[in-house]
């Protein structure tokens, strides 16, 4: 069972704008490097094989552009996640690791911990569809070897 990722009900944009080559995908100008999504796949679901295009790296994809929408809107609102928030998702993250006996890298447990602390500071702080406006109004690009950000679905899809 892979490490719990909290969802946030958001909308979903589209947007066919080309990344840099390094880059899998991008919330207005912030970029997730293509190495950074596969280092994240590998670790937070465990697998062993050689990187390969899953609907685990759509789910993380798709964490890493709402977690980043999160992350602008709190700033926008001059939202700080506090220590004792930090404290308690890493607590949790290091839980889940554990049960499941794998044990992360910095980068990825800092991915789970910053995930988990943006959405319960956003879920204290915001009602249901704060983030509507400012996700619609956003740029949100995801490189198609990853998939495609769709609209409908609020998530990384991949294509075909």
Known sequence: MPLALPLVAVV??????SLSNDAAASVNGTT????????????VFA????????????QVATNWVV??????????QGIV??????AAAAAQVDREAAGRGIELSEQPREFLVRSASLRSTFSATQSDGALFD?????????DSRYGTWVLDAGSVLPLG
């Open 12 to 17: 979903a944009l589209s947007s066919c704008s």
């Open 32 to 43: 997730l490097a293509r190495r950074e999504l596969e280092l994240f796949t590998k670790e």
């Open 47 to 58: 697998i062993d094989t050689d990187f390969v295009r899953t609907e685990f790296t759509n």
């Open 67 to 76: 977690d980043e929408l999160i992350s602008q809107y709190l700033d926008e």
């Open 81 to 86: 996640v506090d220590a004792a928030a930090r």
């Open 134 to 142: 400012f996700a619609e109004a956003s740029d949100i690009q995801v």
